[in-house]
Nanobody
């Protein structure tokens, strides 16, 4: 049974920081790509960041480059998203996901096989 559980969301003022965590269980994902997506009210789910397995490479949406950092701790089977300089536009439910196939794009929703339940991030102005 594969399970992904996000945590660390909450309410923060514009310019503040949050660190999201995604703890995986049921199997190890050290060789797999882990991604973060977000969905704001009334909008489609969008790509935020991803990190590959092995020697890790990272990918970011243009809207978060320089502000967000994705990382992973394979010993804990956990992926993180450090979010700095938060803006009201970052308000969304943030989802963690796993991409099992390295030939699929890390930026597309349909490349991911498992999803967490999401954690709410609210940035006040």
């Amino acid at each position: 049974q594969v399970q992904l559980v996000e945590s660390g969301g909450g309410l923060v003022q514009a310019g503040g920081s949050l660190r999201l965590s995604c703890a995986a269980s049921g199997r190890t994902f050290s060789s797999d790509t882990m991604g973060w997506f977000r969905q704001a009210p009334g909008k489609e789910r969008e790509f935020v960041a991803a990190i590959t397995g092995g020697t890790p490479s990272t990918y970011y949406a243009d809207s978060v480059k320089g502000r967000f950092t994705i990382s992973r701790d394979n010993a804990k089977n956990t992926v993180y998203l450090q979010m700095n300089s938060l803006k009201p536009g970052d308000t969304a439910i943030y989802y963690c996901a796993v991409n099992l196939a390295d030939w699929r794009s890390a930026r597309t929703i349909y490349a991911y096989d498992y999803w967490g339940q999401g954690t709410q991030v609210t940035v006040s102005s």
